[in-house]
């Protein structure tokens, strides 16, 4: 009965790494954004894709970039409905395009300022911070340094 | 090219159950409560229902889906009815309740049943709507759901941030709709928020939950049910009602570009390929149309769906929703049920009955004066969504 009581512990969500994601997740570890790029036509896609929607090639390579990006679009979450994330609010989740390919977004939290200075056209540069047991690292974003703006 | 089954289809019948944040009757029993409404509207008893069609998605994710509780399939729905005679069922999963109906419309033209019943029924979970737990982010959500983005309000306030940077749209603009629309539903005795007006401040000072998203940007779990009965113009014209004549109607809308959330041009594009298809399968164009009835699941979403069917150019919508053009009496009278926003979420049903009352002429107070047009349509680009063009002349 007590084990019954005891209040549930909530994680923080851990990503089902698969062969189609997992070239992204094993640079993470090196701290490296790579994205899944079409050998045949060179185009970035994120999230990763079976297809190259553009050419429709299927060799794929994971490639590294610069992790500098512009805030496309955001949010900034004000209240504790995302399990996991209650003791986080106010928190800004980014949806960042990424400097080498237009329409290639990838999501991040901002990092290293408050979540209220979130902006549309912001310039952000990626930053990892560790994740999970097993050496796997978020990537998040910061405003960039001056030099960017 | 005008699609070939053109006014051959019409929608007769229209009901609503009881509506209400936690009602005590199940999910079930307010699907019969609707569609028997619904048939009754339409002089017809369950006996000569012959097809059936519906979009199930629950509104609680994970375990615990129990069929007549939290959702209601159409195999609830023909054993409990029953449905005696069914010749036709379908079921869809993208186009919310519009799709459903755009299905029947198709399934009657073939010939394939001659009285379809098409509903949504909906359940307002016990804690937060659409909540799953998950722990382990499976498919796209592995790059959104370690970062706390896996709330709906966030989905959506991200393309809404989009929309405000571009075109400089402000809440205090969106106030205009928000208000009008609260006084819309005052007209409405089925709606949720019948008797619960708000003012521009009220709206202003609302508790935001994801910005730009505030609560009152959000329509309101509830439980609830809405239904449609569609038949062949012919058998129509048999029956005690005025029918609302399907001119044109398309089912498609869901983004296609790879992203790990939809951005607003994903919803941009596909909203102008449906609004694109429905016109085109119709013959008309915003110039023809008197009832405008577009879904407001986020208070947003008209805006951008006024620009894709072309009622004003793109980046406007928050302009055009100013000086009284969409309130009741207006040349674009939208959403005069109140919607999703004054009567509750019952994910499309609002516009697509909304839609046949007027062309009916029944909607009293709030009935558009000369009515014979009505533009519907529900569901959104990361769903699908349907639309279809309603007239009152075949």
Redesign the interface.
């Known amino acids: 009965m007590t084990e019954l009581r005891r209040p549930l512990r ?8 698969t062969p189609l ?1 997992a070239p992204f997740w094993e640079a993470t570890r090196a701290g490296l954004l790579a994205l899944q790029r079409c050998t045949a036509c060179g185009r970035f ?3 990763p ?1 079976p297809l190259c ?1 553009e050419c429709h090639s299927s060799s794929f390579e994971a490639t590294p970039v610069s992790g500098r990006g512009t805030v ?8 504790a ?5 209650e003791d ?1 609010v106010p ?1 800004a ?1 980014l ?1 960042v395009e990424i400097d080498e390919q237009p ?7 901002l990092v290293d300022a408050p979540a209220a200075d979130a ?3 912001m310039r952000v540069a990626v930053r990892f911070e560790p ?1 999970g047991d097993e050496g796997l690292q ?1 990537p998040q974003f910061a405003p960039a340094g001056a030099e960017e703006s | 090219m005008v699609m070939p089954i053109s006014n051959r289809v019409a929608v007769v019948g229209t009901g609503f159950s009881r509506i209400g944040r936690h009602l005590d009757a199940s999910c079930g029993e307010l699907a019969i409560e609707a569609s028997r409404r619904a048939v009754e509207d339409a002089g017809l008893s369950f006996d000569d229902i012959d097809g059936i069609s519906n979009y199930p998605n629950p509104s609680r994710l994970g375990a615990g889906n129990v069929d007549g509780v939290d959702l209601v399939t159409v195999n609830y729905m023909t054993r409990t009815a029953p449905l005696r005679n069914l010749r036709w069922s379908c079921s869809i999963t993208q186009g919310t309740v519009s799709g459903s109906l755009v299905e029947a419309v198709h399934a009657v033209a073939a010939g394939a049943c001659n009285y379809a019943l098409v509903y949504r029924a909906m359940y307002s979970p016990p804690g937060a709507f659409g909540i799953a737990d998950v722990r382990l982010a499976t498919g796209d959500a592995q790059f959104t759901a370690p970062y706390g983005f896996s709330n709906t309000v966030m989905m959506w306030a991200v393309p809404y941030s989009r929309y405000m940077a571009r075109y400089g749209a402000t809440r205090e603009e969106l106030s205009t709709f928000i208000v009008g629309n609260r006084h819309n539903t005052t007209l409405n005795p089925d709606a949720v928020f019948h008797d619960q007006p708000i003012g521009r401040d009220d709206y202003m000072r609302s508790t935001m939950v994801a910005d730009p998203l505030s609560m009152l940007d959000c329509d309101m779990a509830v439980d609830g049910c809405g239904a449609l009965i569609v038949t062949t113009a012919e058998r129509a014209r048999d029956l005690p009602v005025t029918p609302a004549y399907v001119t044109g109607c398309a089912s498609l809308g869901v983004g296609y570009d790879n992203a790990p959330v939809l951005t607003l041009d994903s919803f941009m594009n596909s909203a102008r390929r449906l609004a694109g298809t429905v016109w085109e399968n119709s013959g008309l164009g915003p110039t023809d149309v008197d009832s405008l009835n577009l879904y407001d699941g986020f208070s947003f979403f008209p805006m951008l769906w006024l620009e894709a069917f072309g009622f004003c150019g793109e980046g406007e919508g928050h302009e055009f929703i100013q000086d009284g053009r969409v309130a009741l009496g207006g040349t674009h009278p939208l959403n005069t049920s109140g919607g999703a926003l004054g009567m509750g979420r019952l994910h499309g049903t609002p516009q697509l009955i909304e839609g046949v009352r007027q062309v009916q002429g029944r909607c009293g107070p709030r009935q558009v004066e000369g009515c014979e047009i009505a533009l519907v349509q529900a569901g959104s680009p990361l769903h699908g969504s349907g639309a279809l063009v309603l007239s009152k002349h075949a």
């Open positions: 909530v994680q923080r969500p851990e990503p089902q790494v994601t896609h994120h999230p894709v929607p496309y679009e955001y949010t900034v979450m004000r209240q409905r995302v399990m996991g994330f986080l928190y989740c949806v329409g290639v977004f990838v999501v991040g939290n902006r549309v056209g994740y978020l």
